[in-house]
């Protein structure tokens, strides 16, 4: 049997929550592209300690975004509580929308495949499986329009989500445009 891992030094420890929370803004703001030098910097410590840490830019992101993935499944848990089908879905779509406005790395993560990074495969696949069922209910209830799939959803969270860097607006309209163009509307 493999023996614990030493807990870190009250320092290292500090230096990595430090880490974490500078990568968790950077990312959010710039994206999974943002510079590692520049999340050394604004957690101050030298980049050595980063990579000692985390060798990896893709450690880090696994750090930070799977944790955040699997709560994004939770919502989806959430949405299956509601009573009514089309409001669960519109929970779910709205919590997702919010999520990825203030975190433009998290929009990257959901659009992005990490090979051998099994901790990511496993949330992203929790979240594929309960928005299936999310939208699966939607449909058998006849809220949402037939043709209305999992990728259609993704791809119009991510657009949404994003409606800030490209206008003036707010998303939470672009996605009442959206939702409007979902439902299924009464003959």
């Known amino acids: 049997m493999a023996a614990e891992p030493r807990p870190l030094r009250r320092d290292a420890q500090r230096n990595r929550e430090l880490l974490l929370a500078a990568a968790r803004d ?3 703001e710039k994206g999974l592209d943002a510079p590692l030098e520049e999340i050394a910097r604004k957690a101050g410590v030298a980049i050595g300690t980063l990579y ?3 060798p990896s830019r893709t450690a880090l992101i ?4 799977a944790e955040v993935i699997e709560k ?3 919502i989806g848990e959430e949405a299956l509580k509601f009573e009514d089908a089309w409001e669960g879905f519109t929970h779910f779509v709205e919590r997702t929308c ?3 406005s203030v975190d433009r790395g998290l929009s990257e993560v959901c659009v992005m495949t990490f090979p051998g990074v099994p901790r990511i495969d496993r949330a992203k696949s929790q979240v ?3 928005l299936g069922r999310v939208i699966g209910r939607a449909h058998e209830e006849g809220g949402l329009r037939a043709d209305f799939t999992a990728e259609d959803l993704i791809v119009a969270v991510v657009s949404t989500s994003r409606v800030g860097e490209f206008s003036l607006g707010d998303w939470r309209r672009h996605l009442g445009f959206l939702l409007d163009g979902c439902r299924v509307q009464a003959p």
């Open 26 to 28: 950077v990312f959010g």
């Open 62 to 65: 696994e750090e930070i975004f």
């Open 72 to 74: 994004w499944a939770e």
């Open 52 to 54: 000692n840490r985390f």
């Open 98 to 100: 919010e999520m990825q």
């Open 128 to 130: 594929w499986e309960v």
